[in-house]
């Protein structure tokens, strides 16, 4: 394999500015943002985000944030769903504590001013596929993220030691010796800076932008995973995307998630003559994980020569529907569609990358100085399906956990001088000719979601690596002054790894789908690890970790 350069762009110690910082958090969302609020007021937090705090994949969250708060519910019941749906991989310690911190996160953001739905003066809780109880909490009946985000955002402006800088492109991590020191950065105003820092955080979301479907935003691509395995940690579980199967799919239009409570809430899905099929592939019908679900809808456009598949709500009480999806009914209503009476034309799309950078109970990852939380991670909470409402929660918890450790790191080391290494990268020759970055990137979108989305295949993965591989051949070397080239880049890199990885494991598992090998095997209960420079995957068998049923 092809491998490209350590950094994407020369810099020098004395031909761009410096910026010090305590703690350094790359990413403006839930995760990023827990984080900064968990950072001793004594140290300074700078926050580099590449739009603005309303910008992220954790705003548009619809669903909500799981977790034990009906007292017919238990903890135990939470953990096996989550396993359950994670098809054995799952880290079952990490389960726990996750689903533990639960209650406690979700009553700090009701603190903090977050306004979740009520139902007779107790929160209102939904429920969702593969979940046993009803244990979702939600707010603004279907915009969950964007309340969330609302409340957390005013939280963090409020902290007198966090510099926010909107519009900056983290280009990549800056190491010295094999620990990660900060990063360099660019916006439009300032170009190139080095931001140097005591502890660094990464919580730069996903990568849902690689498919041509997807409900992510475009800033979701995946820029934190590739600049982490650029810098030398340890990324792992690429192969495994989860798709959403519910998007709501007209041409022309905007490919929005409509939420998994919809079909909590009683949703039937049907195919083109109006024949309800979920009950012929599983006995949870609508309410099953959405690996099944997202499987079953692939097979029935097949099988129908259709595009998509239906949502119909149309048994249910219009009113209620209506009451309880208002942005969902608002958004069909554009296109002339009444939510509660109309069939709804929906398919799956890209929706949370499981995989990322490795890290430990508290966002560590494998690079010295450097920590991570929500999406970017593999944390080993989702195993190969996440379930549907733990992706905030997970963000909640590793945020505050990693704020909380970088901050007492970087107290520790506080009595020390910044010492700037005398570290340059130099400029390359020029790769002559243009490129259409924009031409490379649909490319790079419509390959993937053909050979490398629900299905995949042997031939259609080798086909896919075969494409990738010769256009981070000739995109890699070259250094670009703009963040459309990076990020390119970057996509080109995580494309690969996703790849190289679901040609690896031959087998079925959650959300990794391999119609030439459709039986899930004991042989690969293992994690696919990968780390630049090394000689190729380490395979990290799972001994007491899950289930392997």
């Not at 990568?207 to 934190?224: I, K, M, V």
């Not at 799919?249 to 024949?275: K, Q, S």
Request: charge should be negative.
């Amino acid at each position: 394999m092809f491998e490209g350069p350590r950094y994407l762009v020369s810099f020098g110690p004395k031909r761009v500015p410096h910026c010090f910082t305590d703690v350094l958090i790359l990413g403006g969302g839930l995760a990023g943002l827990r984080a900064a609020l968990e950072v001793d007021p004594g140290l300074s937090i700078t926050l580099i985000t590449k739009d603005d705090l309303r910008e992220s994949s954790s705003q548009y969250a619809q669903g909500g944030i799981a977790g034990v708060i009906d007292p017919e519910d238990r903890f135990d019941n939470h953990v096996a769903d989550t396993i359950a749906a994670g098809g054995g991989l799952c880290h079952q310690e990490v389960v726990d504590s996750v689903v533990r911190e639960a209650p406690d996160r979700i009553a700090e953001l009701m603190e903090w001013g977050t306004r979740f739905d009520e139902q007779d003066g107790a929160l209102a809780l939904g429920r969702e596929g593969g979940h046993s109880h009803s244990r979702i909490v939600h707010a603004l009946g279907d915009a969950t993220g964007r309340e969330v985000m609302r409340a957390v955002i005013e939280r963090s402006k409020r902290l007198p030691n966090l510099e926010i800088w909107p519009d900056t492109f983290t280009i990549d991590l800056v190491t010295c010796d094999g620990v990660c020191r900060g990063a360099i950065a660019w916006n439009r105003d300032h170009g190139k800076t080095l931001v140097w820092a005591r502890r660094t955080i990464l919580s730069t979301g996903g990568a849902g932008q690689l498919y041509r479907e997807t409900t992510n935003p475009e800033t979701a691509s995946g820029d934190g995973m590739a600049l982490a395995w650029r810098a030398g940690a340890v990324v792992r579980d690429m192969e495994f995307m989860q798709f959403h199967p519910t998007v709501l799919y007209i041409p022309g239009g905007a490919r929005t998630l409509i939420t998994e409570a919809v079909r909590g809430a009683g949703a039937h899905l049907v195919d083109r003559d109006g024949r309800r099929f979920m009950p012929e592939f599983d006995s949870r019908a609508e309410l099953a994980p959405r690996d099944v679900v997202s499987r079953a809808i692939t097979e029935v456009m097949h099988r129908t020569h259709h595009a998509n598949v239906y949502l119909d709500l149309s048994h249910l009480d219009a009113a209620a529907v209506r009451g309880r999806f208002p942005g969902m009914a608002a958004t069909c209503a554009k296109f002339g569609l009444d939510l509660a009476r109309d069939r709804i034309p929906v398919r799956p799309g890209a929706h949370y990358m499981i995989g990322g950078v490795e890290v430990d109970d508290t966002g560590h990852t494998s690079l010295p100085g450097l920590l991570a939380a929500g999406e970017v991670t593999s944390s080993g909470l989702h195993g190969a399906n996440r379930l549907a409402s733990n992706s905030l929660l997970e963000g909640l918890v590793y945020g505050a956990r990693a704020g909380r450790a970088a901050s007492e790191e970087a107290l520790e080391a506080g009595g020390d001088d910044f010492r700037v290494p005398a570290l340059a990268n130099a400029r390359e020759g020029e790769v002559n000719g243009p490129l259409d970055l924009a031409d490379i990137r649909n490319s790079l979108k419509s390959l993937m979601w053909r050979h490398v989305g629900v299905e995949r295949s042997a031939d259609s993965l080798g086909e896919a690596f075969e494409a990738v591989e010769g256009w981070c051949r000739y995109v890699l070397p070259r250094q670009f002054q703009s963040p459309e080239g990076w990020q390119l880049q970057n996509m080109l890199e995580v494309a690969r790894l996703m790849i190289r990885s679901a040609i690896l494991r031959e087998e079925t598992r959650g959300v990794h789908v391999r119609r030439d090998h459709p039986d899930r095997s004991d042989d690969w209960l293992a994690h696919i690890a990968w780390k630049r420079g090394g000689t190729g995957p380490q395979v990290e068998r799972l001994a007491g970790t899950g289930q392997a049923g």
